[in-house]
Each structure stands twice: as structure tokens, then as C-alpha cells.
């Protein structure tokens, strides 16, 4: 199994542009969640999908902040328009049984916005 | 408000047995013990958990004392890779959520 792909794996942006992160869960997983960690506030859970429905969105910074799961395969997250601040790494993590049972992260997308 | 207490960093000579101790003295009878690990520039890892009995994986073991207020993740015989920050989360039974705190930086030294 090839494990949770995210892509990029480095994005450098300027202020004002649009940012697509990708995420690719593995497969049979039914749970989908997006994780930002910055130095001041450590892994913060974003969202989190079941069966592609958005469950819990509640840790999504503001309306700047979009996700979207278009299928069982396949998650973007997209900041429109990007900070400075935005800057991060981002995880995405996958797991069965809504996410009951352990979860299994990608090798994250670091964003700096310029 | 966190649930979870752990040392900020130790050290660890390689071959050793790593003792890495959490304190989570408000721990709730339906809340499980979750220990997951952060290696340099990678995702978290997920490591091992248990509830009331000592539980044992290929990667570590875990023990939970009798009264659940504290527990230690073993690494049987540290190796350079195992270098690593280490999180001890409690988790309710059955909640999706991983609340991360700022975890315990294991340096294993040759």
C-alpha cells in the first residue's frame, strides 16, 4: 500500500493567490481528516470527512479556508485568498471506522506564502 | 486545558530500552491512552494504544498502571530512527479526534 499521498509536497505562494493542496487516502479508508502544524500551535485538526461528507469542520480558520471530497479517492483543500499567516505544513490523514480506530497520516505539503 | 502531562525531552542511548512516562490524571473511565510519534519532516505515526492492560506491538510496548493515571511507552532497543517526537493522547472510545499536544522530543545517541 502506497499510504496516504499528498501532493505538493512544497508550495511557495504569493499573498493574494489561490492555494490547492491534494490528498489521496488509502484505499478502503472511509475517513477523511485535514491537520495544520505550525510551531505556535503545534497539529490542529481542520476538518474531517466521513464517507466524503464534511462531519466536522469546526477547526477551519475562516471562509478563506475550503475542502472539498469529491470522491472516496480523491480530497483538496484550498485557501483562496492566501496569507502569510496560512503558512504551515498540512496534513492530511485517512482511517477506517470514522476514525475510531487509528489514524494514518500523509507526508504533509509545506505552504509558505509569501 | 490539557489532558495529558509528559516530559518536554530526554535522551536515549542506542540499544537501550526507552522510557518515555505520561501522566493523564483526569483520564475518564471510557478514554483510551494513544501514543503516536513525529519523526523529523514526516506525518505522525501511530504507534500503539490500550485502555486498562498492558499492550504490546512490533514497534513498542505500552503500560497503563492499575489506577489509569499514568502510563509508559517502551521502546525496547532504541535505534537511531527512533529519534522522534513522541505524543501521549487520551482519547474517548469511539471520538474521531486526536487532540496533539507538544509531546516529548526523544534524542537516541550512538
Known amino acids: 500500500d502506497a499510504g496516504v499521498i499528498q501532493s505538493p509536497r512544497h508550495e511557495v505562494t504569493e499573498m493574494g493567490q489561490e492555494v490547492t493542496l491534494r490528498c489521496k487516502p488509502i484505499?478502503?479508508?472511509?475517513?477523511l481528516f485535514w491537520y495544520r502544524q505550525t510551531m505556535m500551535r503545534g497539529l490542529e485538526l481542520l476538518i474531517y470527512f466521513n464517507n466524503n461528507v464534511p462531519i466536522d469542520d469546526s477547526g477551519m480558520p475562516e471562509d478563506r479556508f475550503s475542502a472539498k471530497m469529491p470522491n472516496a479517492s480523491f480530497s483538496t483543500l484550498k485557501i483562496q485568498p492566501s496569507e502569510p499567516r496560512d503558512s504551515a505544513v498540512y496534513f492530511c490523514a485517512s482511517s477506517l471506522d470514522r476514525g475510531r480506530n487509528e489514524q494514518y497520516f500523509g507526508p504533509g505539503t509545506r505552504l509558505t506564502v509569501t | 486545558d490539557a489532558k495529558t502531562t509528559q516530559p518536554p525531552s530526554m535522551d536515549c542511548a542506542e540499544g537501550r530500552a526507552a522510557n518515555l512516562p505520561c501522566n493523564h490524571s483526569?483520564?475518564?473511565?471510557?478514554?483510551?491512552v494513544y501514543w503516536y510519534r513525529q519523526i523529523h519532516s514526516q506525518g505522525p505515526q501511530y504507534i500503539i494504544h490500550?485502555?486498562?492492560n498492558n499492550e504490546t506491538n512490533e514497534m513498542a510496548s505500552l503500560i497503563i498502571t492499575e489506577d489509569r493515571k499514568s502510563s509508559t511507552l517502551i521502546l525496547p532497543h532504541a535505534t537511531l530512527r527512533d529519534t522522534a517526537v513522541y505524543y501521549c493522547?487520551?482519547?474517548?472510545?469511539?471520538?474521531?479526534?486526536?487532540?496533539f499536544g507538544a509531546g516529548t522530543t526523544v534524542t537516541v545517541r550512538a
Open positions: 493522547i487520551v482519547r474517548v472510545g469511539g471520538d474521531y479526534k486526536l487532540s
Open positions: 484505499s478502503g479508508h472511509n475517513s
Open positions: 483526569t483520564i475518564s473511565g471510557n478514554e483510551y
Open positions: 490500550g485502555l486498562k
